[in-house]
DNA sequence: TCATAAGCGAGACGGTACGTCGTGTCTTACG
DNA sequence: CGTAAGACACGACGTACCGTCTCGCTTATGA
């Protein structure tokens, strides 16, 4: 896979490479990452390898980009008035993509044990957009006295879209609306506002 | 891949068995699972590709018993006489394991989205058994009054290991002690133990 | 191949080692020499690979065996009181045992290619014996006077039964019995005739 | 192997076929068909089973080329004036053919029992060809009232070139200049003139 | 207006791995 | 002991995919 992945510069892409891409997801999905083939997506889109190589080097930089392109809307921070509110939004959102993109991410994840580039654009996409929404989240909630600086802990800060990525990747238990709610009231919450003076 | 898989019925798997995944399970974490051959594995260990297909009827199967031999021996319970001491003894060999599995994990992952049975045979070896431990776990909190009953939760029952497999699969922030520490410190036992007495 | 073939060496053949022979050449009619294997055999007879490899030390072995054991009968002297109707006999044995033979012997020729003690072996049965027929009709018609000693010749002595077998093996004109009359009465008999006191 | 035969249609071979098939007939020559593997002909071609497969469906389809590519020139219709030099003329280039071809043509004959089609390709190639050479030899002969038009008979106008075929492919004594002059000499111009004013 | 080039579809190519099957050797367990 | 059963190392089969490459054909600009 080339390594500097110069592919994930930015948005501008054609709406034939759109299509490629959406078409990438789709065989995705439906056949995991082994059985996908470069050529089946071409074949598909009435394309050439050619003009599929031409954009992206390999079928991991072509996966790759098809996950980013997946991904790239959302992440847009809610801002309902509390601290629960944001927290149970940024829940809510992060259980829908993680489902709607559970096949395309363990495909991801695969690819990234032997390509360091990736590991990074993983970061990117799909934990440091979400720290930084929390950032904001947590910050608006320290302004309105509802928690205290000092218990954001910048070690933990992903638990609640971490523990949920987990629940839909690995385990068979895809997270739920309940399931943000509870880690919500029952452990961030009083994690956040215990001994609030501490 | 074969959706019976008559290869996880049980132990008594021969020696020689075990020295065959052991190959898989080296050569998985130096190359990746795409790079992975059943060929090279067959080479490296004098064996024929007719003998690695006779017992694992895919590459897919092959991985899959190799990454359950790899992590069938661990999740024996700890027993430290606190429940603190107990969560971090989980948390440090969750992480434990975690670090050593993750290649593996990943590519057992990316199967798991087109087999069913895979899926069940993960949740057996990675989280049932870890939740059976946490259970012992709580259940003897709870004997010696630290917890109250009510206060576990079926929902987020993993929510600790199921957080550290996540930092070690898919963030680029593997977990530490002090990841650990500050998780069960900070969030776990304060919602264990919070209104004690509801 | 071994080539000592100590197999060919007579005729005491178990009653069993018979039935893998007949199986052997079911096969071999049916699915060709490539497309026959030892194993099939085997499973056919309830014999085990090993019970094969022990009688006829390979594949080729055993096919030679068996078209041996399938040409064993045959090749009796006829007797009809003259030289035409000895030879049109003769035309007619070769005709049916070339015809029922024809895919074995296809085989064995295959193999002789690389097979030198096949090759002597295969002269033994269907040439030699041949030879030794015509030689008796041959001298019997010398001796009732019907042609001249000198008309006999040792290059071609195989022509009658060698063009039948070619019509079998080669051409797609399977030999009739007015392939022999002609043969007989236009070629051969002209020929072994004229100018008798040459 | 594939009944339609789409590769026997013509002649305009690519350079590059006609190399892959002068080495398949080399190491068919050297090691026989069923020592002969279609990846060391790839190999030896520096070109990849895929290209081998994509002209060639199968094996014996390879083979059955390479012996057509091998056999296509030759049949030139020989003019020596005479019956007598013509016959012999095409009994020698019989002979070479025959030679040189032996163990391929082997091979193809045992392919032969198992597929319809190529049955005929082996006619055409080496029995029409002659068959059309050997007409206009026997119609020049009988214009230049050599022979009777009568004395011809289509049931074994291939005597000549089928007994030499048998003698290079089944009998272990290859024909020579003086099997074919014995031959033309002392049977095919007796029987052709005998009683020529019949 | 036309040519020169850039992008595209189609698909051949050298490789490499897959998963299957056959050969010939060997071990085990039964009778 | 001979046999049935079948595991085993080896290696070929025929398939599929990767990533590179050439072909023509279309289109789109620039002289």
């Known amino acids: 896979m080339s390594e500097d992945m110069p592919e994930s510069s930015g948005c501008p892409w054609s709406e034939r490479e759109a299509e490629l891409l959406a078409i990438t997801l789709e065989l995705l999905r439906e056949h995991g990452y082994d059985r996908l083939s470069v050529e089946a997506v071409a074949i598909k889109a009435k394309a050439s390898k050619a003009t599929m190589y031409r954009r992206w080097p390999s079928k991991a930089d072509l996966v790759l980009a098809a996950f980013i392109e997946g991904t790239r809307q959302s992440a847009v921070p809610p801002r309902t008035g509390s601290l629960r509110g944001d927290l149970l ?33 993983m970061q990117e996409k799909f934990v440091l957009q979400r720290k930084l929404v929390l950032d904001g989240v947590l910050a608006d909630a320290v302004e309105r006295g509802e928690i205290d600086a000092a218990a954001i802990n910048e070690e933990i800060f992903d638990l609640l879209p971490g523990y949920l990525v987990f629940r839909a990747l690995v385990s068979d238990r895809p997270p739920t609306e309940d399931t943000v709610r509870i880690l919500v009231d029952d452990v961030l919450l009083p994690s956040l506002t215990a001994r609030q003076g501490r």
Do not use: F, K
């Open 89 to 121: 939004e940024i829940g809510r959102s992060t259980c829908e993509q993680a489902r709607e993109h559970t096949p395309t991410m363990r495909a991801v994840l695969n690819e990234m044990s032997h390509s360091p580039g990736l590991q990074a654009v």
